[in-house]
């Protein structure tokens, strides 16, 4: 009778403690699901072509004194715009900057001044035109200029794409995208399912010359080229069910 009686709780305990270990077997099992993870990189990159381009230079007098320097500058800029007027752009199309001027010092055997040599006078100016060809063209040959007595000194023409704020959302989109097909395969590979994205960065954008290899960790922003293309990276983690 005695055992009998102590029968009937022992049975209670010890399902008790079969349903406690099983429930926490499922937990432990779930929690250790939702802990999986995978991170991978994914990448995309589109094609542009500069919409914008901007030519400048400046044209530049050294005389005795400051009043012939400055002269001669005025009598040369009619020059620089009749050349710029013939290659498409208009007076009211060429942007000038103010004038500068600096002295130019003479200097014996042993480095000491003793003298100003002569003054030295420039203008800046800017053109611009989403004609980029025609930008690029007018670049390498408005040296010519020195043959009628300009000089002119031409920096190098940097080119723009307008709408590179929109091509920035769709590539960050289309390399979330291919994040997420990268990490599918080999999670599938391995005979799991893949779950929620859990984290994503996004890296920064590359805009560089096409068929270039130039990469920067804080991004690249070329100008120098008519062609470029656009490169976007993300690393992202998903959970693996």
């Known amino acids: 009778m005695r055992d009998n009686h102590l029968l009937l709780p022992f049975t209670i305990l010890t399902a008790g403690i079969i349903i406690a270990v099983s429930l926490f077997t499922w937990t432990w099992k779930g929690m250790r699901s939702e802990e999986q993870t995978i991170n991978v ?36 800029k009619p020059q620089l715009l009749s050349y710029l007027k013939n290659k498409g752009f208009p007076e009211d199309q060429v942007k000038f900057y103010p004038m500068t001027n600096y002295q130019v010092f003479d200097y014996d055997g042993n480095g000491r001044q003793i003298g100003v040599k002569g003054h030295v006078y420039s203008q800046r100016m ?20 020195i043959e009628n007595g300009v000089y002119f000194t031409v920096e190098s023409p940097e080119f723009y794409y307008t709408k590179i704020a929109d091509v920035k959302i769709q590539i960050q989109a289309a390399a979330a995208r291919d994040a997420r097909d990268r990490a599918e395969k080999i999670v599938k590979a391995t005979g799991s399912d893949l779950g929620p994205m859990r984290s994503g960065r996004m890296g920064v954008l ?36």
């Open 206 to 241: 590359q805009i560089i010359p096409k068929n270039s290899n130039e990469i920067s960790d804080y991004g690249v922003n070329d100008v120098s080229s008519i062609e470029k293309e656009v490169i976007a990276v993300v690393n992202a983690s998903f959970q693996i069910k």
């Open 41 to 76: 990189t994914g990448s995309a990159k589109k094609d542009i072509v500069s919409d914008l381009g901007f030519l400048r230079g400046s044209i530049s007098i050294q005389s005795a004194t400051a009043e012939s320097s400055y002269r001669a500058l005025v009598n040369q």
């Open 126 to 145: 800017e053109i611009q035109s989403g004609d980029v060809k025609k930008i690029q063209a007018i670049s390498l040959d408005i040296a010519s200029l």
